[in-house]
């Protein structure tokens, strides 16, 4: 039961350290040339291999909903916004410190917080 009460804590702090870790590889790769255009595709065409497969086995084909232009419309939205986010933070990264980009991603909850009460 006590372990239980923790994991999400854990589960939180492993994140953070992923993310801190991966923009400090992003860094010293950005240093030795990697162009960061290069970098987005190859870890959206990872997330794509790792992810698609799970949708396929977690949403069986009779639970899904129909695909409609507005969600359609959405799910656009969604990943010009994600890959443009992923942009700028490669490129906030590639001018300043990774410490400085891991001190950004605490601002995450407030931003959605002030987003969640505009809209």
Do not use: W
């Not at 999400?8 to 992923?18: D, E, K, R, Y």
């Not at 997330?47 to 949708?55: E, F, H």
């Not at 916004?81 to 001018?95: E, K, L, M, P, R």
Request: overall charge positive; charged content about 10%; aromatic content about 10%.
């Amino acid at each position: 039961m006590r372990m239980e009460r923790l994991l999400p804590f854990v589960g939180m702090v492993m994140a953070i350290l992923i993310q801190a870790g991966s923009l400090v590889l992003n860094k010293a790769a950005m240093s030795k040339g990697v162009n960061k255009y290069t970098m987005i595709v190859y870890a959206n065409a990872l997330s794509t291999l790792l992810l698609l497969p799970s949708a396929f086995v977690v949403h069986r084909p009779s639970e899904r909903p129909p695909l409609t232009f507005s969600i359609l419309c959405r799910l656009f939205l969604l990943g010009l916004f994600g890959c443009s986010a992923q942009i700028f933070a490669y490129v906030g990264v590639d001018y300043s410190s990774p410490t400085l980009g891991t001190a950004m991603l605490n601002l995450i909850p407030a931003f959605t917080f002030l987003l969640a009460i505009i809209f």
